[in-house]
């Protein structure tokens, strides 16, 4: 079982940057790859970014790709989401999301954080 716990959302202007953390409870973290996924209103829930369970590999989705970088630390039990140059229509809420197999899409994952709102002001 793996509690998660996401932070650091909030608004924002655009061409400006967050930093997204999330909090996992539990001595297995290390043995998950971590997702980030984020879903805007009326829209599906969409992959962010991957990474891979020693932090080596990470995959990102192509509309973030060069401005937001998913990273880890297994010593905190944290996986993070840096946000840079960002624009109106990645307000979203953002979820972090862990499983077993390094995966984009959102049915392989098991355990799910609560979600944090981010929101990028024109």
């Known amino acids: 079982q793996v509690q998660l716990v996401e932070s650091g959302g909030g608004l924002v202007q655009a061409g400006g940057s967050l930093r997204l953390s999330c909090a996992a409870s539990?001595?297995?973290?290390?043995?998950?790859?971590m997702g980030w996924f984020r879903q805007a209103p009326g829209k599906e829930r969409e992959f962010v970014g991957v990474?891979?369970?020693?932090?080596?590999?990470?995959t990102h989705a192509n509309s973030v790709k060069g401005r937001f970088t998913i990273s880890r630390d297994n010593a905190k039990n944290t996986v993070y989401l840096q946000m840079n140059s960002l624009k109106p229509e990645d307000t979203a809420v953002y979820y972090c999301?862990?499983?077993?197999?390094?995966?984009?899409?959102?049915?392989?994952?098991?355990?799910w954080g609560q979600g944090t709102q981010v929101t990028v002001s024109s």
């Open positions: 999301a862990a499983s077993g197999r390094y995966d984009t899409v959102s049915g392989t994952y098991n355990y």
């Open positions: 539990g001595r297995t973290f290390s043995t998950y790859a």
């Open positions: 990474i891979s369970r020693s932090g080596g590999v990470t």
